[in-house]
């Protein structure tokens, strides 16, 4: 996850774990998902829910979706 520590006008963001792209933390268009007690957050809904089914091959690399 990519916070800035320092900034003004910054926005907090994210990486989507199943597109790489950086998604705003405050309002992520495709939503937000927990898995095993941390939060994703993401570009759309289609990321979601593709990590929603198989969140592990996302996390380990196995699968990823180029944008």
């Not at 907090?12 to 939060?39: F, I, R």
């Amino acid at each position: 996850m990519r916070i800035p520590l320092f900034g003004k006008g910054k926005i907090d963001t994210s990486v989507d774990p199943v597109c790489k792209m950086d998604v705003a933390v405050k309002n992520p268009p495709g939503g937000t998902y927990e898995h095993e007690g941390q939060d994703y957050y993401f570009c759309g809904p289609g990321c979601r829910v593709a990590f929603s089914k198989e969140p592990h091959a996302y996390l380990s690399g196995q699968k990823s979706i180029e944008m």
